[in-house]
């Protein structure tokens, strides 16, 4: 309910996202030893789903994205937590963290949609980097909708 979910992939193998409207009250340094490059992270971390909740995902919204970086919708990026974040840890508001993700098997999620458990609209850079993500589904969802999911892929 109230979940607005970014789709990385929706394919014949099945669908892998991004839960964009729920941050967490996790620290950075509950997650990472002192010596790590993401440590001095000071932004909100989000709750990206419920697979892998011990992974990491970043989305960085740049218009020199690092080289690894994979394009997402507009000047947003999917990118490794790795080096190339230490100069996107300057700017936090350019960069979101996610724990874990969702995903969906074959099929899965297309019969969500048919059913109406989902509302597909268009993924934008505002949509993604919204100031109060808490409230994202309100502005997504018609009414009476519980769920939306923007489709990023390009």
Do not use: C
């Not at 394919?11 to 490059?37: H, Q, S, W, Y």
């Not at 992270?41 to 789903?49: D, E, K, M």
């Not at 230490?86 to 995903?103: C, H, K, M, N």
């Not at 949509?127 to 018609?142: E, M, R």
Request: no cysteine; net charge negative.
């Amino acid at each position: 309910m109230q979940t607005v979910i970014l789709l990385l992939q929706h394919d014949e193998t099945g669908a892998i996202g991004l839960v964009i409207n729920r941050p967490t009250e996790v620290e950075m340094d509950e997650l990472v030893d002192d010596d790590d490059a993401l440590a001095a992270y000071s932004g909100a971390i989000y709750w990206g789903g419920p697979v892998q909740m011990n992974s990491l995902r970043a989305l960085m919204r740049s218009d020199t994205p690092p080289g690894d970086a994979e394009r997402v919708v507009g000047s947003v990026y999917l990118v490794p937590i790795n080096d190339a974040l230490e100069d996107a840890l300057q700017d936090v508001s350019s960069l979101r963290l996610f724990i874990g993700y969702a995903g969906w098997s074959p099929g899965q999620l297309d019969h969500e949609i048919a059913r109406g458990s989902w509302h597909v609209v268009p993924a934008s850079e505002d949509v993604v980097f919204a100031n109060n993500p808490g409230q994202l589904w309100k502005q997504l969802a018609p009414p009476r909708e519980h769920r939306a999911a923007v489709q990023s892929m390009q």
